[in-house]
């Protein structure tokens, strides 16, 4: 009897790297929050450290709970105003 198979049977899709910007001064940056316990705390002092060491500019922005995707509208607010987004879990 087979429980769990975790076996993928689809082909998955290729994916690619975005590319890496040459230097992050003076750019904005996104941090996105997936709504993990602590995620938020680490992702501010994040930003705090990345935007005075880089001068960048800071925008966090995030999900209200860890069980909720990001919205296509939020992803595309948050990219048209940044050139680079970082995101992270906590736990």
Known sequence: MIVLNPALE???LEARL??????LAGLTVGF?????????VFL???AEVMARRYRLEAILDGKPDPSRVV?????????????????????
Not at 18 to 23: D, E, F, I, Y
Not at 71 to 90: D, K
Request: aromatic share 0%; hydrophobic share 30%.
């Open 32 to 40: 996105l929050d997936n709504g993990k316990p602590m995620a938020d």
């Open 18 to 23: 975005a590319p890496r910007p040459v230097s």
């Open 10 to 12: 689809s082909t998955p």
């Open 71 to 91: 919205t296509p509208g939020q992803l595309t607010s948050l990219a048209s105003r940044c050139h680079a987004i970082v995101t992270g879990i906590g736990d």
């Open 44 to 46: 501010q002092e994040l």
